[in-house]
Structures are given as structure tokens and as C-alpha cells.
């Protein structure tokens, strides 16, 4: 069964960090895998992916700040956050495309909450 589960979510203070990491199963292989997020009242928006051929992309508002990283081996997509702002409060989704017919998945989200 195809699944994507998310973990790493908390309250953290401004300038702190966290992790996130979502696992893949499913016995699939995977093209474009990373984050989205949507805070409340807001659209989801896009905050990382990375392709299989390790090409990355960042929204502008993370940049310098947030790093995603894959392992194919685990099929885990990663994401390193740093500096965090409270506008970065969200609810993080994990992404996963097919490789064969660019199926998208999603993770239930995790809450991430930047606040004193």
C-alpha cells in the first residue's frame, strides 16, 4: 500500500530549528518528492522539492533557511529548517510523485508552530 507519513512537527521558538522527515511506502519509485504547507486562511504553497536527480527548488521565503534532502535507499524526503519565523507556522504536507506516471501523493501534515 502507497502512504506517505509524516514526522518532526512541534512548537519551536523563533530562530530555532526542526526536522521534518516523511517516509514513502509502497514498493514505487519515486520522481519529485518534498514540502508544501498551508498556514491557516492561506492556500497550500510550496516550500521544497528535489527530484530524483537531486534538482531542488525553494520558495523565495525559505531560502538560505530550510534544506530538503532525500535518501532513495530509506525513501524518506527530509526537510532541515532553521531560523524559523512564526510566518512559518503551517501545516506541513509531504509530496511524492511517481516516477512512471507522476501520480501525486500526500501526507496527512504535521503541525509546525513558531511562536514564544
Known amino acids: 500500500q502507497v502512504g506517505l507519513v509524516e514526522s518532526g512537527g512541534g512548537l519551536v521558538q523563533p530562530g530555532g530549528s526542526l526536522r521534518l522527515t516523511c517516509v514513502a511506502s509502497?514498493?514505487?519509485?519515486?520522481?519529485?518528492m518534498g514540502w508544501y504547507r498551508q498556514a491557516p486562511g492561506k492556500e497550500r504553497e510550496l516550500v521544497a522539492t528535489a527530484t530524483r536527480s537531486s534538482i531542488t527548488n525553494y520558495a523565495d521565503s525559505v531560502k538560505g533557511r530550510f534544506t530538503i534532502s532525500r535518501d532513495e535507499a530509506k525513501n524518506t524526503v527530509s526537510l532541515e529548517m532553521s531560523s524559523l519565523k512564526p510566518e512559518d507556522s503551517a501545516v506541513y504536507y509531504c509530496?511524492?510523485?511517481?516516477?512512471?506516471?507522476?501520480?501525486?501523493?500526500w501526507g496527512k501534515g504535521t503541525l509546525v508552530t513558531v511562536s514564544t
Open positions: 509502497g514498493s514505487i519509485f519515486w520522481n519529485r
Open positions: 509530496y511524492a510523485e511517481t516516477l512512471r506516471a507522476g501520480i501525486p501523493y
